[in-house]
């Protein structure tokens, strides 16, 4: 299928390729050639009329964060709470390790998750920085090193040349231009450490809460099942969402989260059992 070609405008990048109207005189190069870049995928127009084609906004963190947080504090929670119910210590107890698994694992996610972001925004800051030092510095060589890129990719060398020089106009898009041909990032999208951060301890208190919830009712067994039936009905439910968001098989994806919810809940349930007996709690 080919691909359309438009107009480069300032902000507007991509992969770059030879104009299929490079015959045609409009006066935008030294030889009247037009420079052009083809459509990204993520923005052609479909064959029916009317139709939009966009993509969410996923470069944030928060849609990563919130999907490692909830898995997370589901397994922790259902590891902590099954493996201290086999050593069946009464049901305070099992309450008490399946809050404090809670309010730990979440600020532990939310901290953990906020200095990752920021480390990785301040790595990918030195860079642009880097950068920018050398297009305000070595103008030339940089928009060489653009030339050599879009050559590489099949371009024209003159219409390398010119679409290279064409970039290198302004700063802001000589800047944009190099980070995504070069470093293959946005500059304007490094990733928020706040909003990962909170999706992060948000997502995990609401995962290690679901095979709690029981404890607060219950007691024993009845309690025991019920958390085993929650987690189990949590896990299938966060995979089959994952499956589906990200145009996946939702069955596939929601039965690989129940298995490995179910590994883990019988080996610490296992372990809790064996101290539990050993301590003479059973």
């Known amino acids: 299928m080919g691909l359309r070609p438009r107009e480069v405008a300032p902000g507007r990048l991509g992969p770059v390729s030879p104009s299929p109207e490079r015959g045609a005189r409009s006066g935008s190069g030294p030889r009247g050639r037009r420079l052009v870049a083809p459509e990204h995928p993520s923005r052609r127009s479909t064959d029916v009329p009317g139709a939009d084609h966009h993509h969410r906004n996923v470069q944030g963190g928060g849609a990563r964060a919130a999907v490692f ?12 709470v099954l493996g201290s119910a086999g050593a069946n210590p009464g049901p305070g107890v099992v309450r008490l390790v399946g ?13 953990g998750e906020y200095t990752s972001m920021q480390f990785q925004r301040e790595l990918l800051q030195r860079e642009l920085d880097l950068e920018r030092h050398e297009i305000d510095h070595r103008p030339e060589g940089e928009r060489r090193e653009l030339i050599h890129i879009y050559e590489r ?10 679409l290279a020089s064409e970039m290198m106009r302004t700063p802001e898009l000589a800047l944009e231009t190099h980070a995504r041909e070069e470093l ?21 208190a609401v995962g290690a809460l679901v095979p709690l919830v029981p404890w607060f009712f219950s007691r024993g067994v009845g309690a025991t099942v019920a958390s085993v039936a929650l987690g189990a009905a949590a896990a299938l439910a966060l995979g089959a969402a994952r499956g589906v968001v990200a145009r996946q098989p939702w069955v596939r994806s929601a039965l690989r989260q129940l298995a490995m919810s179910a590994v883990v809940a019988a080996v610490l349930y296992g372990v809790g059992a064996g101290v539990g007996t050993g301590a003479g709690l059973r």
Do not use: H, K, W
């Open 184 to 204: 293959g990032i946005d500059p304007a999208a490094l990733g928020s450490p706040v909003q990962a951060s909170v999706a992060s301890f948000v997502s995990f």
């Open 99 to 111: 809050v404090l698994g809670l309010v730990a694992g979440a600020f532990s996610m939310g901290a």
């Open 153 to 162: 990719r099949g371009v024209d060398p003159t219409v390398a040349s010119e």
């Open 69 to 80: 947080g909830m898995q997370d504090g589901l397994l922790t929670n259902v590891a902590l």
